[in-house]
């Protein structure tokens, strides 16, 4: 099952790290690169779907009988721009909670905002 | 005509680039008001096309399920008014809380925003494609992160982050769900999907594809204890983004819950096979008493509304979970009557903040003399909370209880009325700060600004009329139950 499923199981390693990155980590921008292991599993898992045994990619050409399937492609290409997007605006926003608070991680930050609470 | 599906979520799409081109603040506001009204247009007309039953517009002229489609029918005919209606109020409400609130360089932009949220959430509602419905909801959501972020205060930027890295992974669960029963079916249209997924009952995968659906369903509308990212967002928002946001955000998740688990699984596989509407129940059960008992202690307003929203998402699902036509009526009421009901406290706490610069329940002792009508407001809406008559929130939440009387949830109609004597305590806590403290000294920011308080009272107004004649939101929740009754077990 190994041998036949490694891509599968490959996808599971990727996806469970990420999440893992995302949710032991207190800083913005390890939470990010988290999130992107995570989401770059998600679309080996669709591309996946599409590999047809012996098949080329899907281009017509002469000579060839079997191609992949285009669609999952197609889906990943949305989702992997979906993806940029966020991490585009994460990023954006982590650049500004640097500016605001002087760092990137969430506990300082957070430590910060209370300290002035109490201050005020 | 016969191209309203999708004009409906074309008319604010195409705002979005219009109002980030015109570069000039009033003109910006316009078009959004032009286009939330165009879009309420779109959903009234859809609305009474109901009675000739559902439409199908394929896009682009590719019939499905080769291509993408729209569909209307009475289960999210009524979100789609819901939800215009909603935006056009708030666009209404929005000039004069964002001039004030948002640097004036950056307000087309913030309209662009405010666009592409409502088109999102149009879209979610009216697609009939499961892979559309993913996309659709990374539009609205992406847009609120940027929406949130342009709060005032700087906490504002820590929960929108927040807010995107949980709302990620739930959309990102979406997504393997959604990969895993293309997988099995080879299609990725809900009408098709739901033609062949009953051959594959019982396959491993599919189970999983429900999994990852529901689990990340439950992130976006914040069901109690994935609910971590709600409070904040809404609290630190603008109060425009808020208004939105807390009226109608959450709900399209809510709908796209039921979409899915009906009309595209199947409620014999979700709830029959699976053990979703308990998992639900028992989430509703600690959603509703938990969270109201947290709203009970927090000092700012904002924040404590949020937690109520996150407790009132409890009743929603407490009905929809029940699965039977009375739960999902119920459900479906208290989403149209909370919607009206929260977006009328976030819009008079939009007004408190700009009047007095915080909301604070310390800065606002005494000022229920002071400001009468925005405080009555409160109070007016507050009671639908609560859920007193003569308030839209009293007839759900008797429909809700009925509902589950009816099958035997004791248990869980106990947590109805725990919570409900939670929100006397929490709706009594304003209640007596505004009205039984000495008023301070100090004068007031600014004078009241006559959109903002006009809109207040009309949602207001709209949640009494909703609870003296229920008429209208409860033939359209039942339209919409009966719409997939057949589709429940």
Redesign the interface.
């Known amino acids: 099952m190994i041998a036949t499923h490694y891509i599968y199981w490959l996808i599971i390693v990727l996806m469970m790290s990420g999440l893992y990155i995302v949710l032991s980590h207190g800083h913005l921008l390890k939470k990010l690169i988290g999130l992107n292991v995570f989401q770059a599993a998600v679309f080996l898992l669709y591309v996946s779907f599409g590999k047809v045994a012996g098949g080329t990619a899907p281009i017509v050409a002469p000579g060839i009988e079997t191609y992949s399937h285009p669609l999952p492609a197609v889906l990943v290409l949305t989702a992997i721009v979906v993806g940029m997007a966020t991490t585009s605006l994460g990023l954006a926003l982590a650049v500004r909670i640097f500016r605001e608070y002087g760092t990137l991680e969430e506990d300082e930050a957070i430590v910060a905002e209370a300290s002035e609470h109490t201050a005020a | 005509m016969t191209h309203l599906p999708v004009l409906q979520v074309l008319i604010p799409l195409m705002g979005a680039p219009a109002c980030a081109l015109l570069r000039q603040r009033r003109a910006a506001w316009t078009l959004f008001l032009l286009v939330t009204g165009g879009a309420l247009v779109c959903a009234v007309l859809l609305v009474l096309r109901m009675e000739q039953g559902s439409v199908r517009y394929a896009l682009g002229g590719w019939p499905a399920p080769r291509g993408i489609e729209y569909v209307i029918d009475p289960l999210n005919a009524p979100m789609l008014a819901l939800v215009s209606l909603i935006a056009l109020i708030v666009a209404v409400y929005a000039r004069p809380s964002v001039e004030a609130e948002i640097e004036t360089r950056r307000i087309p932009l913030f309209y662009a925003c405010m666009c592409l949220c409502v088109a999102g959430m149009l879209g979610v509602i009216a697609t009939g494609d499961a892979?559309n419905a993913?996309?659709f909801l990374?539009i609205t959501s992406?847009s609120s992160?940027?929406l949130i972020?342009m709060g005032k205060r700087?906490?504002a930027?820590?929960a929108?982050?927040?807010y995107?890295?949980v709302g990620?992974?739930g959309?990102?669960f979406l997504?393997?769900g959604i990969?895993l029963a293309?997988?099995v079916t080879g299609t990725?249209n809900m009408a098709d999907l739901a033609q062949r997924l009953p051959d594959v009952y019982g396959n491993r995968a599919l189970t999983a594809a429900v999994a990852f659906v529901v689990v990340g369903l439950a992130v976006k509308m914040a069901l109690f204890p994935l609910h971590s990212w709600l409070p904040g967002a809404y609290a630190e928002a603008p109060s425009a983004v808020s208004t939105l946001l807390a009226g109608v955000g959450t709900k399209v998740a809510v709908y796209a819950f039921l979409r899915f688990a009906l009309t595209v699984f199947g409620g014999s596989l979700v709830f029959g096979l699976l053990p979703v509407g308990s998992i639900g129940l028992v989430a509703a059960c600690a959603a509703m008493v938990l969270a109201s008992a947290i709203a009970c202690f927090q000092r700012d307003l904002k924040y404590l509304l949020g937690w109520s929203s996150v407790a009132q998402i409890g009743y929603i699902v407490a009905g929809l979970s029940l699965a039977t036509v009375d739960g999902i009526s119920a459900g479906y009421l208290h989403m149209i009557n909370h919607a009206v009901t929260k977006a009328a406290l976030f819009a008079a706490a939009g007004v408190l903040l700009m009047r007095l610069g915080s909301v604070d329940l310390q800065a606002l002792a005494g000022l229920g003399r002071r400001m009468p009508w925005t405080f009555a407001a409160i109070l007016l809406a507050g009671l639908g909370l609560i859920g007193l008559p003569p308030t839209a929130g009293f007839v759900s939440k008797w429909a809700l209880v009925l509902a589950l009387v009816e099958q035997g949830q004791w248990f869980v109609v106990g947590a109805v009325l725990g919570s409900s004597l939670l929100a006397v305590v929490y709706v009594g806590r304003i209640v007596e700060i505004a009205w039984f403290r000495e008023p301070p000294e100090t004068p007031l920011l600014r004078p009241p600004a006559v959109p903002m308080v006009a809109m207040t009272w009309l949602l207001v107004l709209m949640s009494l009329y909703f609870g003296l004649s229920p008429v209208l939101p409860a033939a359209l929740a039942d339209g919409a139950a009966v719409a997939v009754a057949g589709r429940l077990r």
């Open positions: 892979f993913f996309v990374e992406l992160y940027a972020a700087r906490r930027l820590l929108a982050f927040r995107l890295i990620t992974i959309a990102t997504l393997i990969a293309y997988a990725l």
